[in-house]
């Protein structure tokens, strides 16, 4: 069983992701026929994965492509990270056949390329399409991952970072990407996310119509990745297994892999629609009745979480991470809320009222219930993302009982105004005892992991 060291604590000595380009001869090999399934690795290694990246491309050669499989890569390198397999610094693009290295000798180079350049994934694809058609295409974009957040720029590290280019893809791009690589055939049947915290409902509701199923993990991704030695073994032993059975196999197969701190799960992205009307009606609820009647709110819950589990196909986590249900969202414990979620990066927010909660919940409800069911529930990437159905249950258990699970008339006063207040200035009271019990929430409340930093 691999331990698992985060992506998100990578630094300067972990080295390259090896990717491939291929030549025209390999236009004309033996796999350039329509195969059953393309796999199209989006290996993005110009950044501190490099290493990682050389690892996985290694694992994909131990299998390699076969008569009904073809394995095709693009990988970008850098020159920072690590000096193996010829130590090259642009990006290659090739087939994948068993024994293969990431050398020089492997595919074709492109030359430099920005992996964080939407056009760069949707050229990509269109390229494996046409060079290996298939009947079903799995498409996997390897790298850092920070779930819906846009990338800041010179710090980018949404999906798929580009370290030479100071850039990487927001959810945004993603989404233009795809739509602009469909095949002919129809969106991609899987896309897969090797990368940080992807697996949130504001990501699948983004590329709902871009794929058929989306497979990716609420937690942080391991340093070595997915293990694409056992995935691709049991695709081309299997080569006619359907898109849903490979979406499972790929959670089974990396949950059979590490033993603590993981997470995975496969979506039916035909059912975020509804997962979405679902959040809406919620969102909706909680703003007019969190300080009335509660039934509302109930009802709402209980009808996210069955749309969750109809969207929710399989979904692996380790015994560390109980409250995973396969779908986070976007929900601060305090603070202010990020000004980036909003309706011109996000379609989620655009098509549900979930911003507007988050808004009043951080200026309104920072002393309620609700903020006893946030609290209460497990949460991703320093509090901000948290497990939609475990809130939901959360939510039913506070509004059902009334109860804050405390023997005191503790308020948690964890809003901005509560601390930054006062009539005292630096020195007031009730400012520090308000800072203190927030920082207390903050350290009590469970982490299963360090996060990224």
Request: charge should be negative.
């Amino acid at each position: 069983m691999r331990m698992k060291l985060s992506r998100e604590f990578s630094n300067g000595w972990l080295s390259a992701l090896m990717c491939a380009t291929c030549s025209l001869c390999c236009l004309s090999s033996a796999y350039a026929g329509t195969a059953s399934w393309t796999v199209l690795l989006y290996l993005d290694g110009d950044n501190d994965l490099e290493a990682s990246a050389i690892t996985d491309f290694l694992e994909a050669s131990d299998v390699g492509s076969s008569s009904d499989v073809n394995i095709a890569a693009l990988f970008d390198r850098i020159s920072s990270y690590s000096t193996s397999e010829d130590n090259w610094t642009d990006a290659r693009r090739g087939l994948i056949q068993q024994g293969d290295s990431p050398t020089t000798d492997w595919g074709e180079s492109i030359g430099e390329v920005n992996m964080g350049d939407p056009d760069t994934l949707s050229d990509f694809i269109n390229w494996g399409v046409s060079a290996y058609p298939a009947e079903h295409y799995a498409v996997i974009i390897w790298n850092h991952g920070d779930g819906w957040l846009t990338a800041p720029e010179n710090d980018a590290k949404s999906v798929a970072t580009d370290t030479t280019s100071s850039d990487a893809l927001s959810i945004r791009e993603l989404r233009l990407a795809l739509e602009a690589s469909e095949p002919s055939t129809g969106p991609i049947d899987i896309l897969g996310m090797d990368a940080c915290l992807m697996s949130m409902a504001e990501v699948a509701y983004e590329i709902r119509n871009q794929a058929d199923y989306y497979v990716a993990s609420e937690e942080t991704i391991a340093l070595e990745g997915w293990p694409y030695d056992t995935i691709l073994s049991s695709l081309v032993s299997t080569p006619s297994m359907t898109p849903k059975a490979l979406a499972m196999i790929m959670v089974n197969r990396f949950a059979a892999t590490y033993s603590e701190f993981y997470t995975l799960a496969s979506i039916d992205l035909s059912q975020m629609d509804t997962v979405a009307e679902c959040v809406d009606v919620l969102a909706e609820s909680l703003r007019a009745d969190w300080n009335g009647d509660t039934d509302s709110i109930v009802d709402a819950a209980s009808d996210v979480q069955t749309a969750i589990s109809n969207a929710v196909i399989t979904e692996r986590h380790s015994t560390d991470e109980t409250g995973s249900n396969g779908l986070a969202i976007y929900l601060p414990l305090s603070g202010s809320m990020n000004s980036d979620y909003s309706s011109s990066n996000l379609q989620f927010a655009v098509d549900t009222q979930w911003d507007e909660f988050v808004k009043e919940y951080l200026a309104k409800m920072g002393s309620s219930w609700v903020l006893d069911a946030n609290y209460a529930t497990w949460y991703y990437d320093e509090y901000d993302n948290i497990d939609l159905y475990d809130f939901c249950s959360n939510l039913r258990d506070k509004a059902d009982t009334g109860d804050d699970d405390d023997d005191d008339d503790t308020t948690y006063g964890c809003n901005a105004s509560s601390i930054s207040g006062g009539n005292g200035g630096p020195g007031d009271t009730g400012i520090l005892a308000a800072a203190g019990v927030c920082l207390a929430l903050m350290s009590a409340r469970k982490r299963a992991v360090a996060r990224s930093i």
